[in-house]
């Protein structure tokens, strides 16, 4: 029987079916140079697809999400200037049949009809595609897609590093719930792909679905989505003897998280990992063992991967002999600049040595050799004299009495901060003001609003930009005077 690479739901895709689906693409497509190849579908499989031909076929794999605004989709379009673009029916009968390119129908064995659409004319590059391998898009702080290029380079170095982490079977089922323009979704597929091993999508709108679970043995998840399964009683539906591995990135693992996860998987690994898209999916790693370090009831981010160099900017020296500093990296993972932004953008350089900026605080053990992330450098607020970082001041009351959660909004219009938070039934904050007697008082939120649960982004994510909607009315509101 030949090996399964991808479940979809109730269908299943084995490595011949994507072979022979890939032998049909190639046939349609043009000898050229043009190797970039964009996947924009509402069918998953497209994307896993796209993704297999690409690096099968040394072509480079460029997803972009069908739920971006069409203004979005047509400028990071304009910017990789792909060859080809696959996508279904539905969406190119919706909004690119007027377009000025050439549409082919092509039927998929196994995976049925999409469209082709090419270039009537071949557009120069206005950058290098050579050694590429995939092009993925982040706004970082500003809002605006910044296209980030990987390389084979940095990819085997990743791979290399990967592997010293944890052996990936066969016969492994690797959990994806991420969205295909997030990076994590292509360490499922590589790790899938380089190890013979297969991929359980799990989309969405079935997220909830318990029977999506059941058979698969590594999962790589936010640690939010850890906390929403546990919440909707959807961890019992994941196997304890099957299960594996359990790789957390993308968000703080709490040490809290760890003991949720001793209690359902005694015997699972748990890894914490840390790494912007820049840096090839993720540059450092630490395996949670029985005794594990954190700070702030922060898990460790260890130590960073074999070929990676770090600087610390602005770094200062803490009491307890630790340095505090903006992380800096350089080295086999890192990007080598974005396309679509003037060269030397984010980065910086030391010894004549180009490190990108993650734009991440982190504390770092000299001793042990090991960092501990700290928050985002742009959290960081003036506050009643003192210099703050909000995700600080989150760690801080998210371990105070029957807090279990917090979130942290700063208005630079009223100078004043919003703090949501999540706890048990029934307890209100006014009534346990005791348990802040510690906390001094330049550290204390102005508004305290308890919630029952944090809005998610599409990532699963606290949707920061929603609390602050809401933070900004509620002040409007509060204080007219100032309008």
């Given at each position: 029987m030949d090996q399964i690479f991808l479940?979809?739901?109730?269908?299943?895709?084995?490595?011949?079916?994507?072979?022979?689906?890939?032998?049909?693409?190639?046939?349609?497509?043009?000898?050229?140079?043009?190797?970039?190849?964009?996947?924009?579908?509402?069918?998953?499989?497209?994307?896993?697809?796209a993704f297999y031909f690409c690096f099968t076929h040394d072509f480079i794999y460029c997803p972009i999400n069908i739920d971006d605004t069409i203004p979005m989709i047509e400028n990071k379009i304009e910017i990789i200037n792909p060859g080809v673009i696959i996508t279904n029916e539905n969406f190119f009968l919706s909004h690119w049949r007027e377009k000025e390119q050439v549409y082919e129908p092509l039927h998929l064995p196994s995976f049925g009809s999409c469209f082709l659409c090419f270039q009537e004319t071949e557009i120069a590059?206005?950058?290098?595609?050579?050694?590429?391998?995939?092009?993925?898009?982040?706004?970082?702080?500003?809002?605006?897609?910044?296209?980030?290029?990987?390389?084979?380079?940095?990819?085997?170095a990743f791979t290399d590093n990967m592997q010293q982490l944890f052996e990936v079977e066969e016969t492994a089922v690797i959990a994806n719930t991420f969205k295909f323009s997030f990076d994590l979704s292509i360490w499922a597929m590589l790790m899938a792909w380089t190890n013979g091993a297969a991929i359980s999508h799990i989309d969405t709108d079935h997220l909830l679905n318990h029977e999506q679970y059941a058979h698969c043995t590594i999962f790589c998840m936010l640690p939010s989505m850890l906390r929403i399964l546990q919440k909707q009683q959807l961890?019992?539906?994941?196997?304890?003897?099957?299960?594996?591995?359990?790789?957390?990135?993308?968000?703080?693992?709490?040490?809290?998280?760890?003991?949720?996860?001793?209690?359902?998987?005694?015997?699972?690994?748990?890894?914490?990992?840390?790494?912007?898209?820049?840096?090839?999916?993720?540059?450092?790693?630490?395996?949670?063992?029985?005794?594990?370090?954190?700070?702030?009831?922060?898990?460790?981010?260890?130590?960073?991967?074999?070929?990676?160099?770090?600087?610390?900017?602005?770094?200062?020296?803490?009491?307890?002999?630790?340095?505090?500093?903006?992380?800096?990296?350089?080295g086999e993972q890192t990007f080598n600049g974005y396309i679509n932004l003037p060269e030397g953008t984010g980065f910086f350089e030391y010894d004549g040595e180009q490190f990108y900026k993650t734009g991440d605080k982190v504390i770092y053990n000299q001793e042990e050799d090991r960092y501990y992330y700290a928050?985002?450098?742009?959290?960081?607020?003036?506050?009643?004299?003192?210099?703050?970082?909000?995700?600080?001041?989150?760690?801080?009351?998210?371990?105070?009495?029957?807090?279990?959660?917090?979130?942290?909004?700063?208005?630079?219009?009223?100078?004043?901060?919003?703090?949501?938070?999540?706890?048990?039934?029934?307890?209100?904050?006014?009534?346990?003001?005791?348990?802040?007697?510690?906390?001094?008082?330049?550290?204390?939120?102005?508004?305290?609003?308890?919630?029952?649960?944090?809005?998610?982004?599409a990532n699963f994510k606290t949707d920061y930009s929603a609390l602050e909607t809401f933070y900004n009315r509620y002040l409007e509101k509060k204080y007219p005077s100032q309008q």
């Open positions: 479940y979809n739901r109730s269908k299943r895709y084995s490595y011949h079916d994507f072979d022979t689906a890939c032998a049909a693409l190639r046939k349609k497509l043009p000898s050229g140079s043009n190797r970039k190849v964009v996947v924009l579908s509402s069918h998953p499989e497209l994307y896993y697809f590059d206005g950058f290098s595609t050579v050694d590429l391998r995939y092009i993925l898009f982040t706004s970082g702080t500003t809002g605006a897609a910044k296209a980030v290029p990987i390389s084979n380079a940095n990819i085997a961890l019992f539906s994941i196997s304890p003897n099957r299960t594996k591995h359990f790789l957390f990135c993308g968000e703080p693992l709490y040490d809290s998280d760890v003991q949720l996860l001793r209690e359902y998987f005694p015997r699972a690994g748990i890894y914490n990992c840390y790494g912007p898209t820049e840096l090839s999916i993720y540059c450092s790693a630490y395996k949670v063992e029985t005794e594990f370090h954190t700070w702030n009831r922060v898990v460790s981010i260890g130590q960073l991967n074999i070929g990676s160099k770090a600087y610390l900017g602005n770094a200062m020296l803490l009491e307890d002999g630790n340095l505090e500093g903006e992380l800096y990296v350089s928050g985002r450098v742009d959290r960081e607020v003036k506050y009643y004299g003192h210099r703050i970082n909000l995700n600080n001041l989150e760690y801080v009351f998210s371990g105070i009495g029957p807090i279990s959660d917090a979130a942290a909004i700063f208005s630079r219009k009223y100078m004043t901060i919003g703090l949501f938070f999540t706890s048990t039934p029934g307890f209100k904050l006014e009534e346990n003001m005791h348990l802040l007697q510690h906390i001094p008082n330049w550290l204390r939120p102005t508004h305290y609003f308890p919630t029952p649960e944090f809005p998610l982004n």
